[in-house]
C-alpha cells in the first residue's frame, strides 16, 4: 500500500489555467506538507499543516492555496498558472513526536509543466 | 535561520568502492535532527539515514553511514560498497527540535547528485 499519495504524476497545462493536485496519507499522521523542486533540484517547503491547521505558510503566491478537507488529505490548488510554476510539487507527511527524529515520507511528486 | 549547505553538486564512485557526500549546516540551536534523503530518477524521497544532535554516537545503515561532527557543523554521508541503484541525487536535511513552529519544517541542501560508474 502507498503510504503518501499523490495525484496526478505529471501535469502539463497552458498558462493561466486553474489546476489542483490532491494528496492523502494513510498512515494516520497529524502533519503533512507540500514542498517544491525546481529545476535546479532545490526542494523548497510551502506549506505545513497540522490536525489540519495551518502551520507554515513560506513566501509563496497566493494563487498557491493549501486545503486540508480532514488530516489525511492536504490538496494543492494553483489558480492563473505562470510559466515559473513549473517544477515538481511533492506532498509529505510526519508524525511529531518530541525527541525522536520522526521521518518524513514524501509521495512520489507531480511534475508540472506550464506552456 | 538554519541553513544546509552541500558543496559538490555532483559526484562519481565506482562500483564496489568507498565514496562520501559532505554536508554543512548552521544553526544556533542545540537540539535538532539531521537526514539524508535519496532522489532516484523515479523522483520519490526516501529517507537514508537520521541523526540526532544528542547523540554522539554515529548513525550506521547498512551500507550508509554518517559522520557527525556537531562543533564542525558537519554531517557528511559515506557509501560503501557503492551499487549500480545507489545512483541518484541526494539531499541532507535539517530540522529543529523545537516542538514549536520551527519542528514542523526541514530544510534541505541543494543536493548532490551521485553516478555510479559499473
Known amino acids: 500500500d502507498t503510504a503518501v499519495s499523490q495525484t496526478p504524476k505529471y501535469l502539463v497545462t497552458q498558462m493561466g489555467n ?8 494513510n498512515l494516520g499522521h497529524d502533519t ?27 513566501t509563496v503566491p497566493n494563487r498557491f492555496s493549501p486545503k486540508s478537507p480532514d488530516k489525511a488529505h492536504l490538496n494543492l490548488h494553483i489558480n492563473s498558472l505562470e510559466l515559473g510554476d513549473s517544477a515538481v510539487y511533492f506532498c509529505a507527511s510526519s508524525q511529531e513526536i518530541v525527541r525522536v527524529g520522526e521521518k518524513l515520507f514524501f509521495g512520489s511528486g507531480t511534475q508540472l509543466s506550464v506552456l | 535561520a ?6 559538490q553538486p555532483e559526484m562519481s564512485v565506482q562500483e564496489a568502492e568507498t565514496v562520501t557526500l559532505s554536508c554543512t549546516y548552521d544553526t544556533s540551536e542545540s537540539d535538532y535532527y539531521l537526514f539524508w534523503y535519496k532522489q532516484p530518477p523515479s523522483r520519490q524521497m526516501i529517507l537514508v539515514i537520521r541523526q540526532e544532535a544528542y547523540k554522539q554516537q554515529n ?34 536535511a535539517y530540522r529543529s527540535g523545537d516542538t514549536l513552529a520551527g519542528s514542523y519544517q526541514l530544510t534541505f541542501g541543494k543536493g548532490t547528485k551521485l553516478s555510479v560508474i559499473p
Not at chain 2, 2 to 7: A, E, F, L, M, N
Request: hydrophobic share 35%; charged share 25%; glycine share 2%.
Open chain 2, 59 to 92: 548513525a550506521t545503515e547498512n551500507r550508509f553511514s554518517v559522520n557527525f561532527q556537531k562543533a564542525a557543523k558537519s554531517f557528511s554521508l559515506k557509501i560503501s560498497d557503492s551499487q549500480l541503484g545507489d545512483a541518484a541525487m541526494y539531499f541532507c
Open chain 1, 32 to 58: 503533512m506538507y507540500w514542498y517544491k523542486q525546481d529545476s535546479k533540484k532545490f526542494l523548497k517547503i510551502m506549506f505545513s499543516y497540522n490536525n489540519k491547521e495551518l502551520i507554515i505558510n513560506e
Open chain 1, 18 to 25: 486553474d489546476k489542483s493536485i490532491k494528496c492523502e496519507q
Open chain 2, 2 to 7: 538554519q541553513t544546509v549547505t552541500q558543496s
